[in-house]
Nanobody, 123 residues
């Protein structure tokens, strides 16, 4: 049974920073891509960032690429999302994902999904 457990969400003010963490368990995730999607109220789920196991391939959404940074600790099967200069439009539930192959921006490219962690940015 694969489990993805996210943490680090919360309520912050515009301009603040947060770091999300996602710990994966239940199997070996070496060679898997890990990443993040988000979904705001009334909107479709959207890609945020993803990173290959080796770190040689990383992808970001245009809206976050200058503010967010994804990293991972393969020994811990953990992926992180450092979010800086947060904006109210970053408010969403953030989902950790695991996929096979290189990072892609479509939800269909990811096999496992976490339950999500809420990030709320006030203006």
């Amino acid at each position: 049974q694969v489990q993805l457990v996210e943490s680090g969400g919360g309520l912050v003010q515009a301009g603040d920073s947060l770091r999300l963490s996602c710990a994966a368990s239940g199997r070996t995730f070496s060679t898997y891509t890990m990443g993040w999607f988000r979904q705001a109220p009334g909107k479709e789920r959207e890609f945020v960032a993803a990173r290959s196991w080796s770190g040689g391939s990383t992808s970001y959404a245009e809206s976050v690429k200058d503010r967010f940074s994804i990293s991972r600790d393969n020994a811990k099967n953990t992926v992180y999302l450092q979010m800086n200069s947060l904006k109210p439009e970053d408010t969403a539930v953030y989902y950790c994902v695991v996929g096979i192959g290189k990072p892609v921006t479509t939800p269909q490219g990811y096999v496992y999904w976490g339950q999500g962690t809420q990030v709320t940015v006030s203006s």
